[in-house]
C-alpha cells in the first residue's frame, strides 16, 4: 500500500507514528488560498506523508487576519476529504491571539482547544503544543491541563515549541515527579543555515530523553531551495527580506555551493539535500517544510527517499558549520 511509505518514525514515546517529513500549515489561508491548500494537502497523504502541523495563531500576522485561518482551511479539507485517520493532526496553543488570549493557563488552554477542535472540525488532536515557553504560569498548571483533555480523549499527546533545553528539562522533571503527561516532542528552529539553536544544549537533551524532534525552517523560509541568490531575487516572496537579513553572507553562499554540488552529483535538487541532511541528524523526527502548490511539495516528497552518502553528509556537515 503505497500510504505506508515511507517507513514511520516513533514520535517519541506518544505511540504516535509518523513519516520523515512534515507539512507546515502556517501558508493555509495566507499565501495558499483554499483550493491550493486542499491540493497540496491531498497531495502530501497521497504521497504516504502524514504529520500535518498548524497552530491556532496562524495567519494573524497578515493585514486583515485575526488567527485561525490555517486551522478554519485545515478543517474544511478534513470534512470535504473524509482524510482525518490518515494524518496525523498537530496544532499549538499559547501565541498572543489578541484580547487576553495568551499563555498557557489552565483556564485558557482549555478555551483555546475548544476554539481548535470547532475550527479543524475533528474531536481530537493527535499532538497539542505549547507555542511558546509560559513563564508566569507553573509548569504544573500547564502540564496537569494538557492531562485533563488526553483523559477526556480532546488530545492524544503533546509536545513543545520554542522552549530552551533547561526549560524542556524542567518540564520533563515535573511529569516524572507528579506523574502528568510529558511533552514527547519539541518543535525547535533548525536547518543547515541555523544549526546552533538545536545543536547546542537542546539535540543531547531530546535523545537522552527520548524526545522525538519536528524542526521548523527546515528550508530556511525557502533560502535551502536555492532560489533566492540576489536582491532581485528577494521580491518572490513576502519573506524575502528576512532572508537577506539573515542568509546573504558568506556562510550562506558557502552552503549552498555545497548543496549545489552534492545535488549535482547526486541528481537531486538543492531542497531535498537541505531536508535529507537534516533526517540523518540526531533526534531529528521530521523536518516542516510548507509548500504553496502541488509543484513545490512535488519537489520535497523524494526528499523522504534520498539516501545521502557519507561524502554528501560530510560535505554539508562542513559547508554549515
Known sequence: MQDQYPPRRPLGRSGLQIAPLALGGNVFGWTA???????????????????????????????????????????????ASGKRERIVLATKVGKDMGDGRIGLSRRYIREAVEASLRRLQTDHIDLYQSHDDDSGTPLEETLAAFGELIAEGKVRAI????????????ALAVSERLGLPRYESLQPLYNLCDRAPYEAELQALCVAQQVGVINF????????????????????????????AAYFNERGWRILAALDAQAERLRATPAQLALAWQMRQPGICAPIAS????????????????????GALQALTAASA
Open 159 to 170: 509536545g513543545a515549541s520554542n522552549y530552551s533545553a533547561p526549560r524542556l528539562a524542567e
Open 217 to 244: 525552517y527546515g528550508l530556511a523560509r525557502g533560502f535551502l531551495t536555492g532560489k533566492y541568490r540576489s536582491e532581485a531575487d528577494l521580491g518572490k516572496s513576502p519573506r524575502g527580506a528576512g532572508i537577506k
Open 291 to 310: 509548500a504553496t502548490s502541488v509543484r513545490q511539495l512535488a519537489e520535497l516528497v523524494p526528499a523522504v527517499h534520498l539516501v545521502l552518502d557519507d
Open 33 to 79: 488560498d483554499e483550493a491550493q491548500s486542499f491540493a497540496v494537502l491531498d497531495a502530501f497523504v497521497d504521497a504516504g506523508l502524514n504529520l500535518v502541523d498548524t497552530a491556532d495563531v496562524y495567519s494573524r500576522w497578515a493585514p486583515g487576519h485575526t488567527g485561525g485561518e490555517s486551522e478554519t482551511v485545515i478543517g474544511k479539507w478534513l470534512k
